[in-house]
């Protein structure tokens, strides 16, 4: 079974700053999708990036970009210019693309999570 | 899109009672997801659904909990009868099989306490 590990419970920045979150995975397959998800206090989930492993380059949406090393099996969240509204739990999860996968394997893999602060 | 819908947005209940939790999917989207998050375990997937018909239910709990698909545009997730230890937010989520890069959309939580 596949696991994502979140090794960072707590992250704070400054505002305007840079933070990158860690996120590492197991695996051993090679066709598969990762993604980072925001959940701030109101609780709803908000897709902030996805990946897929057959990518080389690194996934980039405005403000936020990945480091997706393939090989270490990281994928690490990089959010640049850090505003108050980032302030949030962000999820790590992982999901295989093999089509003859079954069940659950199928779907989403959530790693425990990491809140971040950004001080102003 | 108005996105993935759910209700009530908050619910509290006596132990003991039927509890039932509501979702609209996106339209035309053919998996729907029911996942429950608690700080102990974190995101668990509880059941989910392809084009309306249950595919894994490993997830759920226990017999109390039950789910239901009538349609493609909407889920219930049933718990009957509720106890403390169910409190927990239960998001309802889902995705196009074709679109999106395979994302999973949230609705945003049914927050449940059972006292």
């Not at chain 1, 305007?16 to 090679?30: F, I, K, P, Q, R």
């Not at chain 1, 897709?47 to 090393?69: D, M, P, W």
């Not at chain 2, 789910?67 to 989520?93: G, H």
Request: hydrophobic share 35%; net charge neutral.
């Amino acid at each position: 079974a596949q696991t994502v590990t979140q090794s960072q419970p707590e992250m704070s920045v400054q505002e305007a700053e840079t933070v990158t979150l860690s996120c590492t995975y197991d695996t051993s397959e090679s066709d598969y999708y990762l993604f980072w998800y925001k959940q701030p206090p109101s609780r709803q989930m908000i897709l902030v990036i996805r990946q897929e492993a057959y990518k080389q380059q690194n996934a980039t949406e405005n403000r936020f970009s990945v480091n997706f090393q393939k090989a270490a099996k990281s994928f690490s969240l990089k959010i640049s210019d850090s505003q108050l509204g980032d302030a949030a739990m962000y999820f790590c999860a992982y999901r295989s693309a093999r089509a003859y996968s079954s069940g659950s394997a199928r779907q989403l893999t959530f790693g425990s999570g990491t809140q971040l602060t950004v001080l102003p | 899109d108005a996105g993935v819908i759910q209700s009530p947005r908050h619910e509290v209940t006596e132990m003991g009672q039927e509890v039932t939790l509501r979702c609209k999917p996106i339209s035309g989207h053919d998996y729907l997801f029911w996942y429950r998050q608690t700080m102990m375990r974190g995101l668990e997937l509880l059941i989910y659904f392809n084009n309306n018909v249950p595919i894994d239910d490993s997830g759920m709990p226990e017999d109390r909990f039950s789910a239901k698909m009538p349609n493609a545009s909407f889920s219930t997730l049933k718990i009957q009868p509720s106890e403390p230890r169910d409190s927990a937010v239960y998001f309802c989520a889902s995705r196009f099989d074709r679109l999106s890069g395979n994302t999973i959309y949230f609705g945003e939580g049914s927050w449940l306490t059972v006292v």
